[in-house]
């Protein structure tokens, strides 16, 4: 037999950034795929939301109502929630982006996306490390952006910040492999987000961004769900290290 399983039942799965995008889409997205969810945000209006839709699959959700850049209390109230139950799969997806050019961007602009979608991001992969390690076994799934792959017009510091995540998760892999831990990242491009919507609401801005997409359209939620569950699933044990492009073909040639 050789169809692999994509099914994640009775396993446990930490994603931040939860309450809205591609964060509640994955998160949602596990929870159909049969796992539990620690679900992260800093809005516990949405924690609510998308912990009614993980227990309608009849799957169980811990909500944690954090910013990511509190880290620490992060680590602390999921101790709280799940004490140490092993975690199989933690996504990190919390981030920010500013988008000033270049010349305009401020000491506080930086401070802010570095620790946000840096700093955090490293220290709770670097949680989940650890207690995958104890289990033997895992899926680290970071959530990077085509911004850390090629050149975008603005944000030159949340391009700086995804592109250290791509490197993060190869040095991550080669650490952690025979640790059985698998460390992979995700790539997006434009999909319908609270990040994208005012772009999105540029009718000329999408009809550039379209002609630069060899498929033509924005991308929806649950084609960027599909490429997580994939790679929290055993059909994709044999990869890590690796970022997958969910882009509808954009880095084939740049923006």
Known sequence: M??????????LAVVTGA??????????SYAEAGADVVIISRTERDLDDVKEVIESFG??????CEDVSNYRRIIEALNKQIGDDPIDIWVNNAGMNIRSESLDVTEEEWSQIIDINMKSTFFLAQEAGRRMKEKGRGKIINIS?????????????YAMTKSAIIQMTKNLALEWGKFGIHVN??????FPTSLTKKLLQDEQYVQDIMSRTPLQRIGKLEELAGAAVFLASEASNYMTGQTLMVDGGMTIYGF
Do not use: E
Request: proline share 7%; hydrophobic share 40%; no cysteine.
């Open 2 to 11: 050789y169809l692999p399983d994509f099914r994640i039942d009775n396993q």
């Open 19 to 28: 309450g809205k995008g591609i964060g509640k889409a994955i998160a949602i």
């Open 59 to 64: 799957r169980k959700a811990y909500p944690i």
């Open 145 to 157: 952006s085509v911004g850390g792959h090629v050149a975008l017009r603005t944000g030159v510091v």
């Open 185 to 190: 990242a995700i790539g997006p491009w434009y």
